[in-house]
């Protein structure tokens, strides 16, 4: 009898597991409040090699932050993507860059960098935030393979995170069907 309860119990757990394993990824800061301050350190750009604050330089403007631990080909097609949409949007001045959680800056950058060339990103740039964690008002949570966080007037208006496989081309289209929350339509 008990070998049949532990059984039964044994089974429970693992249909639990799958359940919670199926629940939506939360992370990052939500919407409704103000994303803080951070540094990194710049793979490309202008201003390549430097700590950077984008969250400070962005103030008001519409914007989109992707926080990733991997470099992932699902990631450099949102990246890219992305990217085209702050063309699109020149006008509104929306603004975008990737942040990449890792702890050698150094180690990860000429790889950072070809993935950039890769994906053929020409306006946003891609950095390194020496931590894993990532910064830590953020509350980036551990199983968050990519976190992406859309904000303008110093509010996060959207929030999209992402274990390791689940960014695809839905979840893709997900992020960008959002972009019209943040960008204001010109007359």
Not at 39 to 51: D, E
Not at 53 to 58: A, D, G, R, W
Not at 87 to 104: F, G, N, P, Q, S
């Amino acid at each position: 009898m008990k070998l049949k309860n532990l059984l039964a119990l044994s089974c429970s757990l693992s249909l639990a597991g799958v359940v919670l394993a199926a629940d939506p990824c939360v992370s990052g800061v939500q919407p409704g409040l103000r994303p803080g301050p951070y540094s990194f350190v710049l793979s490309t750009g202008t201003n390549r090699g430097q700590s950077q604050c984008f969250i400070c330089e962005t103030a008001d403007k519409p914007a989109v932050v992707v926080f990733a631990r991997t470099l992932s080909e699902p990631l450099g097609k949102l990246a890219s993507k992305i990217d085209k949409a702050t063309t699109d949007h020149k006008a509104a001045d929306l603004r975008a860059w990737v942040t990449i959680l890792a702890e050698d800056q150094a180690k990860l950058d000429p790889d950072l960098v070809r993935w950039t060339q890769k994906h053929a990103l020409k306006t946003m740039p891609a950095g390194v935030f020496e931590d894993v964690v990532g910064p830590p008002s953020y509350k980036l949570a551990k199983d968050a393979d990519v976190t992406v966080m859309l904000f303008v007037k110093r509010k996060v208006v959207a929030n999209f995170a992402y274990r390791a496989g689940e960014l695809n081309d839905d979840a893709m289209a997900e992020v960008l069907k959002a972009l019209p929350k943040i960008v204001e339509a010109k007359p």
